[in-house]
């Protein structure tokens, strides 16, 4: 099976081309969000230097949240866009899991974090031991002092701990020493296409077969102007004289 696979959800964009769990050609771009301009030339550079066209795709995959929001909607709608007319599965699959997937060789708890501002992460655990990951939380947003409640929660005694993503340097500075995170190469960090290929493909075995009209982008939470929109009516809500009833 061919896979392509892209990510967008944060500063890096990613887009890696697959022959099962074989990595035929993968792409990382760290330079800013600029994701709209790149991430198509990306996906057009793999297919090239691999000598294979979108018709010989069979599944393509992409991380579908929780991330920047233009992140997320770039990489859900490249892949929409792909998959459009050609009756390609579509699957759309965690952020979250697929960093916590960087990690997971070295065992132990592996908590991805990415950057949610307004002092948050959004997060998940996840354990790996004898070759498997286990989700043991669900992706939501916390504040590091929930998340270092919720690792209490979680860990079992003398249980090693990694944290990847682009939370990573806020989240060792803040709970990092006090839980005995270990250390983690900054290549490990950033979101990987490849990974992401490989999850889709483990959902694509287990039966799913998500089409692009069905592919739904993970928010987790309002974005900034849905925010500031709410908040707005609650302040002019609470100035509107009662009425009697």
Same mark, same amino acid.
């Given at each position: ?5 892209? +990510? ?16 035929? =050609?993968?792409? !990382?771009? %760290?330079?800013?969000?600029? /994701?709209?301009?790149?991430? !198509? ?9 691999? &000598?294979?066209?979108? +018709? ?19 990489? =859900? ?37 990415? %950057? ?11 354990? =790996?031991? %004898? ?22 929660? /979680? ?24 839980? &005995? ?14 990974? #992401?290929?490989?999850?889709?493909? #483990?959902?694509? +075995? ?29 302040? #002019? #809500? ?8």
């Amino acid at each position: 099976m061919i896979i392509l696979a892209l +990510d967008s959800t944060a500063v890096t964009a990613s887009v890696a081309l697959c022959r099962d769990e074989t990595v035929l =050609a993968e792409y !990382l771009l %760290n330079n800013g969000n600029t /994701h709209s301009e790149n991430l !198509l030339p990306m996906v057009e550079h793999v297919l090239s230097l691999s &000598g294979i066209t979108m +018709d010989g795709v069979d599944l393509l995959a992409v991380t579908a949240g929780p991330g920047s929001f233009t992140g997320v909607r770039i990489g =859900a709608a490249t892949v929409k866009g792909l998959g459009f007319g050609r009756n390609l599965p579509c699957i759309g699959v965690s952020t979250l899991e697929v960093l916590a997937q960087n990690v997971s060789p070295f065992g132990g708890l592996c908590v991805p974090v990415m %950057n949610a501002r307004r002092e948050q992460v959004y997060t998940a655990l996840f354990r =790996a031991e %004898n070759g498997e990951t286990v989700r043991l939380s669900p992706d939501a947003p916390l504040s590091l002092s929930e998340l270092r409640v919720l690792i209490e929660e /979680h860990r079992r005694p003398g249980e090693t701990l990694r944290f990847c993503g682009d939370g990573y340097g806020m989240t060792m500075d803040a709970v990092g020493a006090e839980l &005995g995170a270990l250390s983690v190469p900054e290549r490990l960090r950033y979101q990987s296409a490849y990974a #992401a290929a490989q999850v889709a493909r #483990a959902k694509y +075995d287990a039966g799913e077969r998500t089409t692009d009209a069905e592919l739904v982008p993970t928010y987790l939470r309002p974005s900034q102007a849905e925010r500031t929109k709410l908040e707005k009516d609650i302040r #002019a #809500a609470g100035t509107q004289p009662q009425t009697d009833k």
